[in-house]
């Protein structure tokens, strides 16, 4: 007897897992019977089709219809060049056919993007096929556009960071538009949490109402967010964050305003026993789940069923905004939703938090890619100057000569206060003392306070962050204090030397 298993879509659609064709929404379906047309059912092992079909019943419920077509469409291509599993060299004949047929390359990135991510979901659900290293060779392949973390180390004005002046900029202008009505509450509280918690869009419509936890004299409001990335397993790993009172107060008025609406939507009051499993932010399809019953049924089978798509939501919103930047000449301020993220990532990291600390505020399950949400501080300076010292090796031992005991009589000299002399100068150019120290007419002192001279570098490069300015106005100053710290280092090594000369 034939054998029919029922399973449910991310949209609600249901299938028949054994059957030729799914409908996982109304737009898409998954036809089956293209392997046969292509002629895969004889070349292509039935183990490796089985696994893939299991693969693919896990992903058509975690992600949208369009991006499971467009998964299916890629796999069954690489398919082409696979028998018993799918290997390196498989990806790269696939990866080489896309080449050659005049395809962009926003598009080949595109495809690969898609190919990679399902193979990564295979080889975390441990289903048989992928050949020995492939998930380690696909997640190396860099696919263009911006580097990881390009946009945070180099401020970008449109992906980049918020500076302290537009984020306060967008926060006033929160706060105005829901004063005046044309904000929702809804949408006002969804884009503080995200200026608060800088969450993953798709962490913040999994939020529920039971994740806002009340406080009490010796334990803080809190907020339950899901990690995404730290399980396949949907809400299956929690971080928790304290809640500032007001942003708790303001949840709780969403709670019970939305609360009202699906009361009012199913025509009875929410039994206490779901009231904290509703979504924290309702949207459409909780509003026609029609009843308590068919709300728990639903979210039994698919628990993200309900969950609200934040990004389409926000864009609507953003395009809203009239803020502009000096950053772009006074166009329009680029809002997305990872710059939020970007900028609590680098806000941390500016206070000095520790590489722990921001992985577990940003709900990272590693710190590999940490650094693509934070911006560049004086912790990296230190790892900078690791490599400095050896980068500066040929250059010390020139100006291991250049050292002086005592200024050299009539020769000008280099001042770091105005009673503080650092050095003698062969050529007084006025350049100032930043330009001084990689000059190799500069000679120094070797009993000078050079730290005076590094601090001035330091506090000038802070300076010119918290003015909002980046790119060459900061850089330029790198030179300055790795030269300084060089020279200091030279200093400190010429007295042991000068004593065993004795």
């Not at 991310?10 to 064709?21: H, L």
């Not at 710290?485 to 010429?494: G, H, I, S, V, W």
């Amino acid at each position: 007897m034939f054998k029919r298993t029922l399973r449910t879509a991310r949209s609600g659609y249901t299938y028949v897992f054994e059957s030729d064709e799914w409908r996982i929404g109304s737009r898409f379906k998954i036809p089956w019977n293209v392997l046969k047309t292509r002629g895969l059912n004889e070349r292509v092992s039935s183990d490796l089709l089985d696994s893939f079909r299991e693969l693919f019943a896990e992903l058509v419920e975690e992600v949208s219809d369009s991006y499971a077509r467009k998964v299916f469409d890629q796999i069954v291509s690489l398919f082409d060049f696979c028998v018993d599993l799918i290997t390196v060299e498989a990806v790269e004949a696939w990866r080489t056919r896309l080449s050659i047929c005049g395809l962009s390359k926003k598009t080949q990135r595109d495809y690969f993007t898609v190919c990679r991510v399902a193979l990564n979901a295979w080889s975390d659900s441990n289903y048989p096929g992928l050949g020995k290293g492939l998930t380690d060779h696909l997640n190396r392949i860099k696919v263009g556009g911006s580097k990881p973390g390009r946009a945070v180390r180099e401020l970008c004005p449109v992906r980049g960071p918020f500076t302290h002046a537009e984020e306060s900029a967008f926060i006033r202008w929160l706060h105005e538009s829901y004063a005046d009505g044309s904000l929702p509450l809804q949408v006002y509280a969804m884009l503080l949490v995200m200026v608060e918690f800088g969450c993953r869009p798709v962490e913040l419509a999994a939020l529920r109402a039971g994740d806002v936890i009340d406080g009490d004299a010796e334990q803080p409001y809190q907020l339950a967010i899901w990690s995404a990335k730290g399980g396949r397993k949907y809400r299956s790993v929690f971080r928790t964050l304290e809640l500032p009172a007001d942003l708790y107060a303001l949840l709780k008025q969403v709670m019970v305003e939305t609360h009202a609406q699906v009361a009012e939507a199913w025509d009875e009051t929410i039994p206490p026993a779901i009231s904290k499993q509703l979504p924290l932010f309702v949207g459409r399809r909780l509003l026609a789940a029609g009843s308590p019953e068919a709300f728990v049924h639903r979210i039994q089978k698919v628990p993200n069923a309900f969950d609200i798509t934040v990004s389409d939501q926000m864009r609507t919103w953003f395009r809203k905004c009239p803020l502009t930047t000096g950053r772009l000449d006074g166009d329009l301020m680029p809002l997305s939703l990872y710059r939020f993220r970007r900028t609590i990532g680098t806000r941390l990291a500016e206070a000095g938090a520790s590489d722990e600390v921001i992985a577990t505020v940003l709900g990272h399950s590693s710190m590999v890619s940490l650094r693509d949400y934070t911006a560049h501080t004086y912790a990296d300076q230190e790892a900078c100057d690791a490599i400095m010292v050896a980068a500066w090796d040929p250059v010390i031992n020139i100006m291991k000569d250049r050292l002086l005991d005592a200024p050299i009589p009539g020769q000008a000299t280099i001042h770091v206060t105005r009673h503080e002399q650092v050095g003698n100068c062969g050529q007084l150019c006025g350049g100032g003392i930043f330009t001084c120290y990689a000059c190799p007419k500069f000679r120094p002192f070797v009993d000078a306070p050079h730290h005076i001279a590094l601090a001035r570098a330091e506090s000038e490069r802070k300076r010119r962050i918290d003015q909002n300015l980046s790119g060459p106005e900061v850089d330029s100053l790198d030179l300055p204090i790795a030269a300084i710290k060089a020279t200091m280092r030279l200093c400190e090594d010429y007295h042991p030397q000068e004593v065993g000369d004795e």
